[in-house]
């Protein structure tokens, strides 16, 4: 496509529930990376995947958490047993890895509000 | 374009020593924020100014903001081989995020 397409733009859920957030990239783009965003703060770096597999997983911030990524193309992060916590802007970005940082494109997010 | 530019773009110091980067932007802005990423890593947040803020500071670094001049600078203090990195800064509008290219800092130990 031609942007980074994210769905749900937005998830309310209860406490306790599993969520499944998606990631379609720019088509072409090898790196895929996770980030959050709580109000008013700076992004919060989760996990950055390089065609399928996840050099760096060290953002995840607990075992709840989890991403995967197939084909090299669309990436779904799971958060289980959701807590209130884990309400914020969820974005993914994808980039050449020849682009850099300068090169990301983010998706417009999903906003999750856990209740 | 939103896009910050920075410079130097690369920076070389002895350990101990001062780094200073400096970024320029020309829209208004919420925010400025740094961020640091090392080779093949996620970017790490660093720090957040607020539009309204002109100065301020975590741990050994500073951020200035001057809205007038449309310039953010980020100075690390007695730095070390460990801050060997790169260094952005970002303008978020909305779910976007423009990032400068970037200053690459090499600390020598």
């Known amino acids: 496509g031609a942007g980074v397409s994210q769905s749900p733009s937005n998830k309310v859920t209860e406490k306790g529930k599993d969520v499944e957030l998606r990631c379609d990239p720019i088509?072409?783009?090898?790196?895929l990376y996770w980030y959050r965003q709580s109000l008013g703060q700076g992004l919060e770096f989760l996990i950055y995947f390089q065609g399928n597999s996840a050099p760096d997983k060290s953002g995840l911030p607990s075992d709840r958490f989890s991403a995967e990524r197939t084909g090299g193309s669309v990436s779904t992060l799971t958060i289980q047993r959701t807590q209130q916590e884990d309400s914020a802007v969820y974005l993914c970005a994808s980039s050449s890895p020849l682009t850099g940082v300068g090169g990301y494109t983010f998706g417009s997010g999903t906003r999750l509000t856990v209740v | 374009s939103q896009q910050g530019e920075e410079d130097p773009q690369a920076l070389s110091i002895q350990e101990g020593e001062n780094a200073t980067m400096n970024c320029s932007y020309k829209t208004s802005i919420n925010n400025l924020q740094w961020y640091r990423q090392n080779s093949g890593r996620g970017l790490v947040h660093l720090i957040l100014?607020?539009?309204?803020?002109r100065e301020k500071h975590s741990g050994r670094l500073r951020v200035t903001l001057d809205t007038s001049k449309k310039s953010s600078s980020l100075l690390i203090t007695a730095s070390r081989a460990a801050d060997t990195a790169s260094y952005f800064c970002a303008i978020q509008a909305g779910n976007q995020f423009y990032f400068g290219t970037g200053t690459s800092l090499t600390v020598i130990p």
């Open positions: 088509s072409g783009h090898t790196a």
């Open positions: 100014i607020r539009s309204n803020e």
